[in-house]
């Protein structure tokens, strides 16, 4: 196939663990027909179970390993954030799309910005109408409440839904959600579905309606704090004295549950801890912990991220990357989102890239040289 003067580049994964590819060959398939050259690397489907012959049915060029598919690309697109190797392996002044976690990553957006490379951070996409459908957080994160609520299930030594049979009345289980985002309002409606007693919380004012329109209670506390959400629909950090009488108050309600899933997250910041290891030994025995935080620290004080562990027979889970445990519908909602966000870059098959644009001014975190992401930059030590 002869490339186009714009080519777009697909890397193999390297994370640990991790199996999503950043398109698929139908996402492939459009950009194609955008008059947009892709190259695969060989392989980097496999793990969604898409093989190298459907990327060439749909117009890709398959290459044999990562340095002959970075070769010439100018648009890199990728699942995880490259390794430091990797971020040297990618030509200069190229476009990078991934999920860069740059307020986390401060090493690797200075060398992203050394290499002038423009990089667009999948989880900096802004939370407003017109970007929803590249919303890479959103997409991902039901995968993780989905699964987060199946892990629970299969380790939970109860039944989920409230069961009559001539032996008598099992009651059903009892589920509590922490954070009521993307995540948790999926977890909050898995549980449903499987015939569970659901409570949410949150310390954003708005999440009880979302809540209780799922068919939960919702936990409210008094914790003197009217609202904690900011301008993007995020949940803020709470001040020392509203975080202690959360905590104080949470502790009091935890033990009444067989299931706690945690997903309170606060960007940038270690999460929130709302299960202190007091809780935790207040519950009963078989109970379950799921926490989708596990990567900033854990809610719950006793998490260890990747392990399951077993403390005062509470099993606690520290998933980290559970999206990529669905590696099939992750890879297709996360190639849309792609997709989506290079409609938004490319413009009769060449770079446009306009920064007046609100949803590509928020998403950049690099660009020629220079750091643009305020919270990146600050984060990296620069001035953006």
């Not at 008598?168 to 589920?175: C, E, L, S």
């Not at 509203?242 to 108050?249: C, I, L, N, V, Y």
Request: with cysteine; hydrophobic share 50%.
């Amino acid at each position: 196939m002869q490339r186009g003067s714009l080519t777009i580049a697909v890397p193999r994964e390297t994370a640990a663990g991790e199996r999503r590819v950043a398109l698929t060959p139908d996402a492939v398939a459009a950009l194609v027909k955008l008059g947009l050259a892709v190259v695969v690397e060989r392989g980097a489907g496999d793990g969604a179970a898409h093989a190298d012959a459907a990327y060439e049915k749909a117009g890709a060029t398959i290459a044999p390993d990562a340095a002959a598919t970075l070769a010439g690309a100018t648009v890199v697109v990728k699942v995880q954030k490259p390794t430091a190797a990797e971020a040297e392996q990618l030509p200069e002044g190229c476009v990078l799309i991934a999920f860069l976690q740059a307020l986390t990553s401060p090493e690797l957006i200075r060398t992203l910005a050394a290499r002038r490379i423009t990089s667009f951070g999948m989880e900096a996409i802004p939370r407003i109408s017109r970007a929803q459908k590249m919303d890479a957080l959103s997409s991902q994160a039901n995968l993780a409440g989905y699964k987060a609520v199946l892990i629970a299930a299969a380790s939970l030594p109860k039944f989920f839904p409230m069961l009559m049979t001539a032996a008598g009345t099992v009651f059903a289980a009892r589920v509590l959600v922490l954070g009521a985002g993307v995540a948790g309002l999926q977890a909050i409606a898995t549980a449903r579905r499987l015939g569970a007693q659901v409570w949410g919380y949150d310390v954003r004012a708005a999440a009880a309606e979302q809540v209780e329109s799922l068919g939960a209670k919702f936990l409210a506390f008094d914790i003197g704090v009217a609202d904690a959400e900011d301008k993007g629909g995020y949940a803020t950090a709470l001040s020392a004295d509203a975080a202690q009488r959360q905590q104080q108050q949470l502790a009091a309600k935890i033990a009444d549950f067989d299931v706690v899933v945690t997903t309170a997250l606060v960007p940038g910041r270690a999460a929130p801890r709302l299960v202190p290891a007091a809780s935790v030994a207040a519950m009963r025995p078989g109970s379950v912990i799921v926490d989708l935080a596990a990567e900033a620290g854990g809610n719950c004080e006793l998490t260890e991220a990747d392990e399951t562990v077993v403390v005062h027979g509470v099993t606690i889970h520290g998933p980290t990357n559970l999206p990529a445990t669905m590696p099939v519908h992750a890879s297709q909602l996360y190639a849309r989102n792609v997709t989506e966000l290079l409609r938004e870059l490319v413009k009769d098959g060449a770079l446009a890239l306009d920064f007046e644009d609100e949803v590509l001014r928020g998403a950049c975190i690099t660009h020629a040289g220079a750091i643009t992401n305020q919270a990146a930059a600050a984060a990296a030590g620069a001035s953006a």
